[in-house]
């Protein structure tokens, strides 16, 4: 079985400081993707890794996917209220007939304006 | 160019009664992904079906639940003599590729179902 933790799984900091939040896991994926959830809604993709170091960027967040496919990174600078949220990272499967999603245990970032 | 939709989006049922939570995925969607997602945890993988198949059952418990997605109509996840222990948020989530076939495996999620078992 395939595990991804994230961490911290609770992250409260003031509006313009700068955080990073950590999906790990044993396991290599071939791809790794990050969503955000708001309350009430579904997950939302905001982006795809899938070569090791990759490095993507969206605006203010970037995303890092580990030089052995194993783990990412999500910093976001000079973060904002509208950032709010429970962000969560979800693997592919390097196997065949394991290709499905395997989500990690997310993190409830709060941005205190 | 509407989006995964799910309904009803909040549900109540008392225990021993059946619930019924619909997706209708994407337009030119034909993969179908229900999750089952806990309060503050991640999302949990429950069955991926394709038109009329269900092609991986490996995350559904063994009894009460039940999944279709028939040729015409939408999706729909099926809980038999639900127990309080279902009280949870379902997800639907939908692609146009297999997952074979896209190293990426981007999926569509709906806004859910919240299911309360009283």
Known sequence: TQLLEQSPQFLSIQEGENLTVYCNSSSVFSSLQWYRQEPGEGPVLLVTVVTGGEVKKLKRLTFQFGDARKDSSLHITAAQPGDTGLYLCAGVGTNFGNEKLTFGTGTRLTIIP | ?118
Not at chain 2, 18 to 41: D, F, I, T
Not at chain 2, 72 to 77: A, K, Q, V, Y
């Open chain 2, 1 to 118: 160019n509407a989006g995964v939709m799910q309904n009803p989006r909040h549900l109540v049922r008392r225990r021993g009664q059946e619930a019924r939570l619909r997706c209708s995925p994407m337009k030119g969607h034909s993969h179908v992904y229900w999750y089952r997602q806990l309060p503050e945890e991640g999302l949990k993988f429950m069955v991926y079906l394709q038109k009329e198949n269900i092609i991986d059952e490996s995350g559904m418990p063994k009894e009460r639940f039940s999944a279709e997605f028939p040729k015409e109509g939408p999706s729909i996840l099926r809980i038999q003599q639900v127990v309080r222990g279902d009280s949870a948020a379902y997800f639907c989530a939908s692609s146009p590729y297999p997952p074979i076939l896209s190293s990426y495996n981007e999926q569509f999620f709906g806004p859910g179902t919240r299911l309360t078992v009283l």
